[in-house]
């Protein structure tokens, strides 16, 4: 069975750094493009980043662009989110997605594999 398992979330001080992990299980794994979400409490889920497996191709969401960086291992099966100069308003459960084809798509229904979370909680 494949699974996405986030890891690496907790609390940050304001200006401070965290790097998220999202490592896929699975001997049938295969992904296209995987991306970062996340999800604040009463509000809806958004797109953080997004990664082309092949091309390592990267886009951002305007609110994390120039401080948020997706990138992916070159030997495992992994995917990372480094996290710097954080903000209050980046506090959320941010959730890893992979999907089999397609490109680097910002909505979150086109993507058909997800992680269960990790909370990230910036507040000093």
């Known amino acids: 069975q494949v699974q996405l398992v986030e890891s690496g979330g907790g609390l940050a001080q304001p200006g401070g750094s965290l790097r998220l992990s999202c490592a896929a299980s699975?001997?049938?794994?295969?992904?296209?493009?995987m991306a970062w979400f996340r999800q604040a409490p009463e509000k809806e889920r958004e797109f953080v980043g997004v990664?082309?497996?092949?091309?390592?191709?990267?886009s951002y969401a305007d609110s994390v662009k120039g401080r948020f960086t997706v990138s992916r291992s070159d030997t495992e099966k992994t995917m990372y989110l480094q996290m710097d100069n954080l903000k209050p308003e980046d506090t959320a459960v941010y959730y890893c997605?992979?999907?089999?084809?397609?490109?680097?798509?910002?909505?979150?229904?086109?993507?058909?594999?997800w992680g269960q979370g990790t909370q990230v909680t910036v507040s000093s």
């Open positions: 997605a992979s999907r089999r084809s397609g490109g680097a798509s910002r909505r979150s229904g086109d993507y058909d594999l």
């Open positions: 699975g001997r049938t794994f295969f992904t296209n493009a």
């Open positions: 990664i082309l497996w092949n091309s390592r191709f990267t």
